[in-house]
């Protein structure tokens, strides 16, 4: 399953398939990109990040692609698990340190 | 592991009222940071706090709000005279910043409603 931009903002796939999450981020200078998991009544998790001169890093089950020259980046979670399900946002970093964080996508894992 | 803890988990208060959050951030960390969520909305910057001093904070931390770092391990966010706005989750973070990107880290936050 796939998200479109910031438009969709639930996600619903089965289990054991591989999710796309989807983000456009706002500002050409930003040189650090964080995905975050927030799960339901708790404060954002760390799950990757990933640097301006960068185009795919990957981590546990996890990657993540950034594309600038249309300023996109996505999140790319293999084997969706029902624990998987959360609320997904895209967070980049431009100057300074305030992180600008996107609207969110809830992502929903269907047994 | 080490973690952000924040108290109290929920606050709530009347308009006009004083509110202190607090925060302990991860012992060795030199970064603070407040961030606030508005039910349903996305996660919004408020202030960052570094060599006790605000580094940068943005057009949402107006006078109404004040950081402190009163002694070695809390963090406080004060809100002089709450308004009804004022209700959302707020988030403390901290990071180490050793290189030029490190991830903060979040703490659960506390719900803070005004009536």
């Known amino acids: 399953g796939e998200s479109v931009g910031l438009h969709l903002p639930t996600l619903s796939v089965q289990e054991g398939d591989n999710s796309i999450i989807n983000c456009a981020y706002s500002?050409?200078?930003?040189?650090?990109f964080i995905w975050y998991k927030q799960e339901s009544g708790k404060g954002p998790q760390f799950i990757i990040d990933?640097?301006?001169?960068?185009d795919k890093r990957q981590g546990q089950r996890v990657t993540v692609l950034l594309n600038k020259t249309v300023k996109h980046l996505s999140l790319q979670i293999a084997a969706t698990q029902p624990g998987d399900s959360a609320v997904y946002f895209c967070?980049?970093?431009?100057?300074?340190?305030?992180?600008?964080f996107g609207e969110g996508t809830q992502l929903t894992v269907n047994p | 592991e080490p973690e952000v803890t924040q108290t109290p988990s929920h606050q709530v208060t009347q308009m006009g009222q004083e509110v202190i959050l607090r925060c302990v951030p991860i012992s060795n960390h030199l970064y603070f940071y407040w961030y606030r969520q508005i039910l349903g909305q996305k996660v919004e910057f408020l202030v960052s706090?570094?060599?006790?001093?605000?580094?940068?904070k943005s057009e949402i931390f107006d006078d109404q709000f004040s950081v402190e770092r009163p002694d070695g391990s809390n963090f406080t966010l004060k809100i002089r005279s709450t308004k009804l706005e004022d209700s959302a989750m707020y988030f403390c973070?901290?990071?180490?910043?050793?290189?030029?990107?490190?991830?903060?880290?979040f703490g659960p936050g506390t719900r803070l409603t005004v009536l």
């Open positions: 967070a980049e970093r431009t100057s300074g340190s305030r992180l600008t």
């Open positions: 990933i640097r301006s001169n960068m």
């Open positions: 973070a901290s990071d180490l910043r050793t290189g030029l990107y490190n991830e903060q880290f």
């Open positions: 500002n050409s200078a930003s040189d650090y």
């Open positions: 706090f570094y060599n006790n001093e605000i580094s940068e």
